[in-house]
């Protein structure tokens, strides 16, 4: 197959979900099929000013397309437009205007996709949410596959989000819940679709010692649409009501200023070997964010053996937790104080927890499966497509 993917950022030091999402898959893909990624020259998320080169390069078996970004984002003007488009009464024209103020806005991405429709079978689009999708999408909507990460957040209720969920050929999921949400949100249940998320490699667990004393690990961007305020509003409460030598370490960009205290680090953002050797060292993962369409760092604990500690009003998360008995979620200070209580006090339910964490990794995770999963699911979609021809 000849596969595209559509993207709004991409390189080895893009950190982000779903672009990593994509560049594993990629990767992966390229061993057996023709694959490019078709992306912009933005590596900041928040402003995506140009940082890379226009032009081709090749990554990792992947032929990479980089296209400039002419007007990089004003936070400060797109944040007083989002809370107009948000909370108050607009047009689908306003709407529209909000999707090419949130960026990033590519031109010469968008006129690169209908110029190269024919040179690829699919079209891979990932995230609903940014210009690359709702731009790029409609010259190729007949042969386009979207991978819409989507999750219970504002943004996705506004009206333009119609056409770019009825648009594809067909959709690929990462969980049974965004599959349950997206399909009551929209009309999109007889669109081909399927379930597939991310590979998580094994580590060997025969070296994996808790610090002492215990260890509570949060890895991420430490931004308040991650839940980082209510984390670290909860963790000084916690240390103030308590006597516990625990220790809560951040690791990840810091993208707001946070109150220091002398049981809370920060470490920056860490290489893979020193979060894998964060990961073998704490006691718990806390994912304190509200959003969420795959946490991959949460699967990345539980290969490690470790129990999460997760916000319960992330739809994805709690039936994650549920579904692998790998830790506890809380919806409230008085509950995340209690499963920091119980989980702290009894290490032989951390090693259970984090076992039964490991062992829903190995059954759904493991690169096999997903490779199956992915191969298939673009399999079809090609077929289809061919059909509709």
């Known amino acids: 197959m000849r596969i595209a993917f559509v993207i709004q950022r991409y390189g080895l030091d893009v950190h982000g979900g779903s672009e990593y999402l994509c560049r594993v898959w990629a990767e992966r ?28 390069e090749l990554i990792n078996g992947v032929q990479v397309q980089r296209y400039r970004v002419p007007e990089p984002r004003d936070m400060a003007s797109f944040d007083a437009f989002s809370r107009l488009i948000y909370w108050q009464p607009h047009t689908i024209a306003q709407e529209v205007e909000w999707m090419r103020r949130g960026g990033p806005w590519s031109p010469a991405l968008f006129a690169a996709i209908e110029q190269q429709q024919d040179e690829f079978d699919l079209f891979v689009f990932m995230t609903y949410l940014y210009c690359t999708t709702f731009f790029g999408m409609p010259a190729v909507a007949h042969k386009a596959v979207l991978v819409p990460t989507a999750h219970d957040e504002p ?15 067909s959709i690929i999921y990462l969980t049974p819940a965004e ?12 669109i081909p679709n399927a379930e597939i998320g991310i590979g998580i490699d094994l580590p060997d667990l025969s070296e994996h010692i808790e610090a002492e004393p215990p260890m509570l690990l949060y890895i991420g961007r430490i931004h308040p649409s991650k839940g980082c305020d209510h984390l670290h509003a909860y963790m000084l409460r916690y240390l103030a009501e308590r006597s516990t030598a625990l220790a809560l370490v951040y690791a990840g960009r810091a993208d707001m200023e946070l109150a220091p205290h002398r049981q809370i680090t920060f470490a920056g953002f860490v290489s893979e070997e020193e979060k894998q050797r964060l990961l073998a060292q704490c006691s718990v993962l806390v994912i304190p964010s509200p959003y969420e369409s795959l946490s991959i760092v949460t699967l990345e604990a539980w290969a490690a ?3 999460v500690l997760a916000n319960g009003a992330a739809p994805v998360l709690r039936e994650q937790v549920i579904r692998s008995n790998g830790g506890l979620f809380y919806t409230s200070y008085a509950e995340f104080a ?18 039964a964490g490991r ?3 190995e059954r759904l995770y493991s690169w096999p499966a997903i490779d199956e999963r992915l191969e298939r699911a673009l399999e079809e979609s090609r077929t289809y497509v061919a059909a509709c021809h």
């Open 29 to 56: 893909l390229a061993r057996r099929h023709t694959v490019a990624v078709l992306t912009t020259c933005a590596r900041d998320y928040l402003t995506w000013a140009d940082h890379y080169s226009p032009g081709h």
């Open 155 to 169: 943004p996705i209720y506004l009206g333009i989000f119609r056409q770019v969920f009825t648009s594809p050929r």
């Open 179 to 190: 599959r349950v949400f997206v399909q009551r949100q929209f009309a999109v249940a007889a």
């Open 305 to 307: 053996g470790k129990p």
């Open 338 to 355: 209690a499963c920091l209580d119980l989980l702290l006090a009894d290490a032989a339910l951390r090693r259970q927890m984090g076992q």
């Open 359 to 361: 062992h829903f990794v």
